[in-house]
């Protein structure tokens, strides 16, 4: 597979950089028959759009999508997906490229500069061109198909953690996370984040979060053992997300501090005789394969590193140098960080469900 390509039967490759006039995507293994419109996907671009509040980056892109092919009228004159490669372009239109033009030259700190040079011999450094979260637009178009494939499936996310400031878990409410700006399920954190992000933002720096995203209605059996592991590939897709750190599922972590008494999930029958855990440590997936709880999937994403702090770098000519990265970035990357696990948890969920039917011939 090409490096710009994700999953087996159900597959997204997308294409374009940060300051390019477009970016966009190829969706390949969608089934036919599937309801399609510019639409559907736009309501979930919308939640990832940039220049949407004070806390995320300033750049406006009103991120319209369009559908160059895979669908057509069926008899009905609904808009369907044909079961043929689904294209979707968005259209850049607030690039800045000059706000680039002191550095490029050097290489940013904790940014992909010096990685690309080594690697390529060249590189766009206008918002970090290909390695920019500016890609992450068309995984979020992709996601909003890949939910039309596994329907019946409930994928939300939600920020848990900016910087050292956690939510209450006992206030997790799903229905506040559309009701604030940083897609908080916890209403009671809301302002200590907003004063806290607004010192980070007034100092010229940034700061790290984390995101949880949940998947009800999986049935048992998707996945499989070994090296197709749903968990696996689940890990695979949010280490992919720009500026993702860490990944954990269920327990994750904290499994080093349980005991086995503590991190086994006991299983009785419930009222409607079938298997009733009575914990989920194991995230929803055992073995690589879903036990039909709900899928919980969390990733740490790193602070911005284009901040205005003077930094230490050196340039491409071998000379040692300072940097400030002006432009205009997000404080806090981790909360458009929430539409797009999502998407990504969408994407292998679809994935896995066509390589399970193709499999067992079961939904």
């Not at 060249?122 to 979260?133: C, L, P």
């Not at 005789?273 to 929803?284: Q, T, V």
């Amino acid at each position: 597979m090409s490096h710009n390509t994700f999953g087996h039967l159900f597959r997204l490759t997308t294409w374009g950089e940060s300051h390019g006039p477009a970016i966009g995507c190829v969706v390949d293994g969608c089934p036919p028959g599937i309801p399609l419109t510019a639409e559907d996907i736009q309501a979930y671009l919308d939640k990832r759009r940039p220049g949407q509040s004070r806390f995320t980056t300033q750049r406006r892109e009103p991120d319209a999508v369009r559908i160059l092919s895979g669908v057509f009228d069926d008899d009905s004159g609904r808009q369907v997906t044909t079961g043929t490669p689904i294209s979707l372009v968005i259209d850049n239109v607030d690039q800045r490229g000059r706000d680039y033009g002191d550095i490029k030259d050097k290489f940013r700190p904790g940014h992909a500069d010096y990685t690309y040079w080594e690697k390529y011999a060249i590189r766009d450094y206008r918002g970090g061109g290909r390695s920019s979260a500016r890609e992450t637009a068309m995984r979020v178009a992709a996601g909003a198909i890949a939910r039309k494939v596994i329907p019946g499936v409930t994928i939300r996310g939600a920020l848990i953690q900016i910087g050292r400031h956690k939510i209450d878990r006992a206030r997790w409410t799903w229905g506040e996370v559309d009701n604030n700006p940083f897609f908080s399920p916890d209403p009671g954190v809301v302002d200590t984040w907003s004063k806290y992000l607004d010192d980070v933002r007034k100092a010229g720096s940034s700061v790290g979060a984390m995101v949880e995203v949940v998947a009800e209605g999986v049935p048992a059996g998707w996945g499989a053992p070994v090296y197709g592991k749903l968990d696996q590939d689940l890990a695979s897709a949010m280490m992919s997300i720009n500026a993702v750190k860490g990944v954990e599922i269920g327990a994750g972590m904290a499994a080093a501090e349980l005991t086995g008494e503590d991190n086994a999930d006991e299983i009785r029958i419930g009222n409607d005789g079938k298997p009733l855990f009575l914990s989920n440590s194991a995230g929803g997936i055992l073995g690589g394969i879903s036990s039909g709880q709900p899928i919980v999937c969390r990733f740490a994403v790193k602070p911005t590193s284009s901040i205005l702090t003077p930094r230490r770098t050196i340039d491409r000519f071998g000379n040692e140098t300072e940097i400030v990265t002006k432009g205009r970035h997000d404080p806090c990357v981790g909360i458009r960080a929430v539409p797009v696990g999502e998407a990504m948890m969408a994407l292998v969920l679809a994935d896995h469900f066509l390589r399970h039917r193709a499999q067992t011939g079961r939904g």
